[in-house]
């Protein structure tokens, strides 16, 4: 069987000259590249972080909930909740993907993410819980609410300047890590960001991807202190 | 499982490596907290002194620690290129506001009587600062080194994936060539520095601060109003 | 302090509830952006009639980080799924080892490799091969023996490679590898860091040659701005690059072949070209014989150079080849 000689199509070098110039910030580039490359990867992210968060929460709050009740656990969450938190990013993915069940994939991720977000979440939680002053519980008690309603109504609304306060810092952490996550799994903003450094190091792309992470980091920030600034209205009045 | 446990003894076997990578590790951060404080310091003291500039003080550190470092190293490349310079000037844009904002703070919140009852003595403006404030804002203001230093030392490995030396992050990059094994021991090395740095500065801290003070001043609460809010530690990427 | 459970059991079960939740939005959720550029699931094929692939298992291919990679796994997945496969693509794995860890444990199905790549790192082969073919066989004979096989090599072969700029060639006489040995250590050599630890690569050199450059390491794809700059003297480039075309670079010879043959051949596991039936092999097959030297250079000067996306050469080059 005769095979045919290869034919190399003109790729047409469409390339605007900004770009293949590698001239500082190519807004062509990004116009053309916005629906295809920049707008998934950061819908990516916010999904990455934002499973990360929800996860993350739920288990902290419930160790939180133990700890507050019998401080003998503080100390053994709060240790094995560091070590996770102490583990380099870049390694604890690697290790993880070792894991015969784990792929290259967004499971394997979120694991990871939601390891780093126990320990400020679990700690700011129990902070939180704890700074309601003892008398104010046992005038609670003394009124005759459960030691259920005690926690819903007294003492997580006192706790919740401390709990979005963990939060915030949680989320911001997250978003951080999360571009790191493109080294196993090719997501999220890191991935163009790879991709632009190995590429002849093309400079559009990274400010565009780095610069998205970086607003999307502040806008979250952002809508989490104006979520504390909600949660403390007593502090509003005292400002005011 | 193996190979997380075979992280230490790798360590072991490979003490030469560890410490030529550790050596360009502690170079990197160390110029890169040294160009922070250099350029924040400053800054913020004076902010704090005068007390000026508060809101932007405060919250400079806020929006530092928010920055995401791959990012910012991404943007210094497209700026500046590759290289370790590169590496280095994003760490100083992560590490200063923190070293900003607590020194701003630490002198800031000085007691005011002690401040005034020094001009009442008749200090002069400059000697109010040096002899008073500053020995009264030290511990607050080491705190933010300590929470600078770890964080940059932290940070340092994600220059292996941005084209330049990571110091031990060669390691952690490099798994085709060190194994899973060497992944594990160089992040265990990054981790036990990151540890180690922060004791260390937690000792300079306790030493700085003025004796008559030491007994009276709760170091804890103090590295944690220094990270800015209820609790916080410093080591992430 | 009663021991009263002041949980009644809904809160965690609740909790158990919106944990479950997330982890299945995460599952769910999880769509690889390189699969859907130009041809998703349905065939865009007009010339074809046969669709062996309906009806069979779904396949994932790897790439590496690097761009000809992007490259060979788009050609391989968009020329499989023209046939009615269904493909998924990993890309942009970011090491070696944990790519091969993947088609081990049955994370990948396939993935391109570089012949000498898995005679030097997977099968820690000491006798160097002598010529393509026989690397080719060695490798295949190493992947057979773990249960895996490899189709067809590419004729295009993708080695490390040394090069320099064009002055700095003739300012020191340089033809050949052999020929940096009179710079001793002076010499600055740019290499991602894998390279120190390589036959082809560091040791190699310094084994074969007698060179024994500083050593910079640098990731890939940052050598020719490296290069350019002044940052190093010498940098290991791959011959299929795309900044290689146009003689801004003086490759060195490599008379002695420390780095190798480096073919490109898919491996695969067996399990799955069973699965996969025979069109399956001989799709990717008419694929890799497209791909020469020349061709690969083009195509990886197009997404380098050009900022074209991997997909949209892939599926240029593949309807020109009347493979698409």
Not at chain 1, 1 to 21: K, L, Q, W, Y
Not at chain 2, 28 to 35: D, F, K, Q, R, S
Request: some cysteine; overall charge positive.
């Amino acid at each position: 069987m005769i095979i045919a000689d290869t034919v190399i199509p003109n790729f047409g070098g469409g390339a605007h000259s900004c770009v293949r110039e590698n001239r500082g910030f190519c807004w062509s580039w990004v116009q053309d590249n916005w629906n295809s490359v920049l707008w998934p990867a950061v819908r990516q992210h916010v999904e990455l972080t934002a499973i990360a968060i929800v996860i993350g929460f739920v288990i902290a709050f419930w160790l939180a909930l133990l700890a507050h009740r019998r401080r003998g656990l503080e100390a053994p969450i709060t240790v094995s909740t560091g070590v996770l938190y102490t583990i380099p990013s870049l390694a604890l993915f690697q290790i993880l993907v070792g894991f015969s069940f784990l792929g290259l994939n967004r499971l394997t991720v979120e694991i990871a993410l939601v390891s780093y977000t126990l320990l400020i979440l679990f700690r700011n939680t129990l902070e939180g819980l704890r700074s309601v002053p003892a008398d104010v519980r046992e005038a609670a008690l003394g009124m005759g609410l459960t030691r259920r309603q005690v926690l819903t109504r007294v003492e997580l609304p006192l706790a919740l300047p401390a709990i979005v306060a963990g939060l915030r810092i949680a989320t911001v952490t997250v978003i951080s890590l999360a571009t790191v996550a493109a080294f196993i799994d090719d997501e999220g903003l890191g991935s163009p960001i790879f991709r632009a450094i190995q590429s002849n190091v093309f400079k559009t792309e990274l400010f565009a991807a780095g610069g998205l992470a970086v607003i999307l980091a502040l806008l979250a920030d952002g809508l989490l202190v104006l979520a504390q600034r909600l949660v403390t209205p007593w502090a509003r009045r005292q400002r005011a | 499982m193996k190979p997380v446990l075979n992280g230490f003894p790798w360590i072991g076997h490979h003490l030469s490596l560890v410490f030529d990578k550790l050596g360009v590790h502690l170079l990197i951060a160390g110029i890169a907290l040294a160009v922070a404080i250099a350029i924040a310091l400053p800054i913020g003291v004076w902010l704090g002194h005068v007390h000026r500039g508060s809101f932007a003080a405060i919250n400079i550190s806020n929006v530092g620690r928010a920055l995401p470092s791959l990012a910012v190293i991404a943007i210094a490349i497209g700026i500046v290129g590759l290289g370790r310079n590169t590496l280095i000037l994003a760490l100083v844009v992560l590490a200063a506001p923190v070293v900003l904002t607590n020194a701003y703070v630490a002198v800031d919140t000085v007691d005011r009587d002690v401040v005034d009852a020094a001009r009442g003595m008749g200090l002069r403006d400059r000697d109010v600062l040096w002899r008073v404030e500053l020995p009264l804002a030290l511990p607050l203001l080491f705190a933010g080194i300590r929470t600078a230093a770890v964080y940059v030392v932290a940070t340092v490995p994600l220059g292996a994936l941005t084209g330049t030396d990571g110091g031990l992050g060669d390691i952690i990059v490099n798994q085709a060539s060190y194994r899973l094994e060497g992944v594990v021991g160089a992040a265990i090395c990054v981790a036990a520095l990151a540890i180690v740095i922060d004791a260390l500065f937690a000792g300079v801290q306790r030493i700085s601060t003025p004796r008559g003070l030491r007994g009276q001043i709760d170091f804890a609460a103090v590295q944690t109003a220094a990270a800015g809010n209820p609790q916080e530690e410093g080591t992430p990427p | 302090m009663t021991n009263r459970k002041y949980r009644d059991p809904a809160r965690p079960l609740a909790a158990l509830l919106a944990v479950a939740l997330a982890i299945a939005m995460s599952a769910c959720g999880s769509s690889n952006k390189n699969s859907s550029s130009g041809s998703s699931g349905t065939t865009t094929s007009s010339s074809s009639s046969s669709q062996p692939g309906k009806g069979k298992p779904a396949v994932t291919i790897g790439d590496k980080n690097f761009t000809e990679q992007y490259v060979l796994g788009e050609l391989y997945a968009q020329a499989l799924r023209a046939k009615g496969y269904t493909v998924k693509i990993k890309s942009n794995i970011g090491s070696s080892e944990i790519i091969d860890k993947a088609l081990t444990s049955g994370k990948l199905d396939l993935y391109p490799e570089y012949t000498g790549v898995i005679l030097s790192e997977l099968a820690h082969a000491t006798k160097r091969p002598g010529s393509p073919d026989e690397a080719y066989a060695k490798a295949k004979q190493f992947e057979e023996g773990r249960g895996f096989t490899m189709l067809d090599k590419t004729p295009f072969f993708d080695s490390d490679a040394l090069a320099v700029k064009p002055d700095f060639a003739t300012k020191n006489s340089l033809a050949s590898v052999a020929d940096l040995k009179k710079l001793g250590s002076s010499l600055r050599l740019g290499a991602p860091p894998e390279f120190k630890t390589r036959f082809e690569g560091l040791i190699g050199l310094k084994k074969s040659y007698g060179v024994t450059p500083a050593f910079k390491p640098l990731a890939i794809g940052l050598q020719y701005k490296a290069l350019d700059t002044g940052k190093i003297d010498v940098a290991d480039v791959f011959t299929t690059d795309g900044q290689l075309q146009n003689g801004k670079y003086t490759v060195l010879k490599d008379p002695k072949f420390i780095f190798g043959f480096q073919n490109v051949a898919p491996i695969v596991s067996k399990k799955t070209l069973s699965a996969q039936g025979p069109e399956f092999a001989d799709t990717l097959n008419a694929v890799s014989a497209k791909l020469t030297t020349e061709a690969m250079q083009k195509m990886n000067a197009a997404v380098d150079l050009d900022k074209q996306k991997p997909a949209a050469v892939a599926k240029q080059f593949l309807q020109a080849n009347g493979l698409l």
